[in-house]
């Protein structure tokens, strides 16, 4: 997924993204290192608060 990549072109922190997404910081992080697989709503509200199509973050489409 491309979430860090995003967030570090917007020049955010894990924690902005986490207060503007309403997503725990942990989960954030998890996500980023491929640790564990989000939930679809979490993805839509990481795209949200990135103000980009979800399709951006998984890379499809």
Same mark, same amino acid.
């Given at each position: 997924?491309?979430i860090?990549?995003? =967030?570090h072109?917007?020049g955010?922190?894990?924690d /902005?993204?986490?207060?503007e997404?309403?997503?725990? =910081? /942990? +989960?954030?992080?998890?996500i980023?290192?491929?640790?564990k +697989?989000p /939930?679809i709503?979490? %993805?839509?509200?990481?795209a949200a608060?990135l103000?980009?199509?979800?399709a951006? %973050?998984?890379?499809?489409l």
């Amino acid at each position: 997924m491309k979430i860090a990549k995003i =967030r570090h072109a917007k020049g955010w922190s894990i924690d /902005r993204l986490a207060k503007e997404s309403g997503i725990g =910081r /942990r +989960t954030i992080i998890n996500i980023e290192g491929a640790i564990k +697989t989000p /939930r679809i709503d979490t %993805l839509y509200a990481v795209a949200a608060a990135l103000d980009v199509p979800l399709a951006d %973050l998984v890379g499809v489409l």
